[in-house]
């Protein structure tokens, strides 16, 4: 196969991938992007969570929040979990890996606060002790899975959204969750500014 295949293969995997997503979860993405807005016009927070590729997702996310979408508008208040290498790095050597979001959670989060995991892999023990942390704080939990995300979709309920890329690519999943956070991004900003003048 040439390098050219390669790459037009890449492109076409991609654009199945988020085909497939929109028919599935056009949707939940609209009732997520509703929750989000409901708790930001009660002074409420998006705290954001993941590992890896995901970590980059958190803070694209958070950082469209605080900062701007593709408007200027006023900051909205987000917190990324991934971000605070120092405190991530401490509650690992001083507890454990699992508690590296649940801590913080259980510092900073509020009831009627939302909670957005990322994850397209099924060993993300921080991740499900994040969601236990945050269901007994009563904040509402978004989470963003992939086709192998078995154990963080057993302990969603009924009241969270799950967010689920049918796809068996880590890679392609990873690109369908970037384009929910902007389609997310692009949703709150339109709730919420539209009418500004």
């Known amino acids: ?9 890449q492109f076409t995997d991609s654009i199945q ?35 890896g590729r995901s970590a980059a997702c ?14 200027d ?11 605070d290498m120092t405190a991530m790095t401490a509650i690992a050597n001083d507890h454990s890996y699992e508690d590296v979001f649940a801590k913080p959670i259980r510092s900073l989060g509020q009831n009627g606060d939302v909670l957005v995991t990322y994850t397209d ?10 969601i ?19 154990s963080i979709s057993a302990l969603l309920t009924e009241r969270d959204l799950e967010l689920r890329v049918t796809s068996s690519s880590a890679i392609r999943t990873h690109e369908v969750h970037v384009l929910i956070t902007h389609c997310l991004c ?6 919420l500014f539209d009418g500004m003048g």
């Open 1 to 9: 196969m040439s390098l050219q295949n390669r790459i037009i293969n």
């Open 17 to 51: 991938t988020k085909q497939d997503a929109l028919g599935e979860l056009c949707e939940l993405i609209e009732l997520a992007s509703q929750r989000m807005v409901a708790a930001l016009l009660n002074d409420r927070k998006i705290l954001t969570c993941g590992n």
């Open 58 to 71: 958190t803070q694209l996310l958070s950082s469209a929040l605080l900062n701007q979408f593709e408007r």
């Open 73 to 83: 508008r006023p900051s909205l208040p987000a917190i990324a979990l991934t971000a």
């Open 121 to 130: 892999g099924n060993h993300s023990g921080n991740i499900a002790k994040a």
């Open 132 to 150: 236990k942390v945050a269901r007994s704080k009563d904040i509402t939990i978004i989470a963003l899975t992939g086709d192998r995300s078995d």
């Open 186 to 191: 692009d949703l709150i900003d339109h709730q």
